[in-house]
């Protein structure tokens, strides 16, 4: 059972544009929001998190957006680049065990 | 800072064989570390939780005597696949929290791919 529902599964997006990407949870005892950044053959990367008591965090193209009382956060990358082709994930975290999204593969199309 | 490395990054064993994962944390302590696995296209999935000087704890499903963790020191976990078989193939990740309270999050060992032949 997935604690942590992630869509799109997969997304294209033109060079400059902007991706998307929601998830929802359950768990009211989540505290902590990473969003990961996978490549093939890597392990995830840190790309930005959030915690509950904050609405938004911005970190260069990268934004996440929180709402608490729907229990969604998503995350958006900004004038999107080839670069940023990768898959995509969201977790959630309470006592410092992390349940992960499905994932999200991004493609930028130049 | 906050490094964990992975090693191998990739092993081909014949089946039957036992394989070996190490994960050390370069510049800190990891009290816990976290096992996951991978498959093609897929999320991660937990399969264990390690912590110095105890036993692991095993998500359900997850076969304790055919993945055996061990955490001897604060800066090295070992996930041992014994008597592999090709449905053991898989991407094995480890990660560790850089502190209890969550407020620096995780590093993510960069993964070890097996292959069982």
Not at chain 2, 52 to 76: P, R
């Amino acid at each position: 059972q997935q604690q942590v529902k992630q869509s799109p599964q997969s997304l294209i997006v033109q060079k400059g544009g902007i991706s998307i990407i929601n998830c929802a949870y359950e768990n009211t005892a989540f505290d902590y929001f990473p969003w990961y950044q996978q490549f093939p053959g890597k392990g995830p990367a840190l790309l930005i998190a959030i915690r509950p008591d904050v609405s938004e965090k911005k970190e260069g193209r990268f934004t996440i957006s929180f709402n608490k009382s729907a229990k969604q956060f998503s995350l958006h990358i900004m004038d999107s680049q080839p670069g940023d082709s990768a898959t995509y994930f969201c977790a959630a975290s309470h006592d410092y065990k992390l349940s992960f999204g499905a994932g999200t593969t991004v493609t930028v199309r130049a | 800072g906050a490094v964990v490395s992975q090693h191998p990054s990739w092993v081909i064993c014949k089946s039957g064989t036992s394989v070996k994962i190490e994960c050390r944390s370069l510049d800190f302590q990891a009290t816990t570390m976290f096992w996951y696995r991978q498959f093609p296209k897929q999320s991660l999935m937990l399969m264990a939780t390690s912590n110095e000087g105890s036993k692991a704890t095993y998500e359900q499903g997850v076969e304790k005597d055919k993945f055996l963790i061990n955490h001897a020191s604060l800066t090295l976990s070992t996930l041992t696949v014994t008597s592999a078989h090709p449905e053991d193939s898989s991407f094995y990740i480890c990660s560790a929290p850089r502190n209890r309270g969550n407020s620096d999050g995780y590093t993510f060992g960069s993964g070890t791919r097996l292959t069982v032949v």
